[in-house]
Nanobody, 120 residues
């Protein structure tokens, strides 16, 4: 199972970016998916998560600005980031709980990270 994240880049404060993460490989089903971020010298924190049926959860710092969504047919999770602030700058990682077989347990997988830089 591989997670490929894309969409990061450099944006001015107040701007927008859309991150995407495609899950590929041996997949029976994908349960919870999410985005985390890690700034230099800081821990990796949850930004947003979404269940298989679309229930979402957000960090307080991004509520009202970021939107997480998923396309189950494409095994893809998105993060729409609006009104970006300098403090949003970090490496963003996608995460997914994947079952490889109907009888198997979930395993947790991480993408490689995509850099988001916000200039003030």
């Amino acid at each position: 199972v591989q997670l490929q994240a894309s969409g990061g880049g450099l944006v001015q404060a107040g701007g927008s970016l859309r991150l995407s993460c495609v899950v590929s490989g041996s997949i029976f089903s994908i349960d919870d998916m999410g985005w985390y971020r890690q700034a230099p010298a800081k821990q990796r924190d949850l930004v947003a998560s979404i269940t298989k049926i679309g229930s979402t959860n957000y960090a307080d710092s991004v509520k009202g600005r970021f939107t997480i969504s998923r396309d189950n047919a494409k095994n893809t999770v998105y993060l729409q980031m609006n009104n970006l602030k300098p403090e949003d700058a970090a490496v963003y990682y996608c995460n997914a709980y994947v079952r490889k077989r109907s009888w198997s347990t979930q395993n947790n997988y991480w993408g490689q990270g995509t850099q988001v830089t916000v200039s003030s």
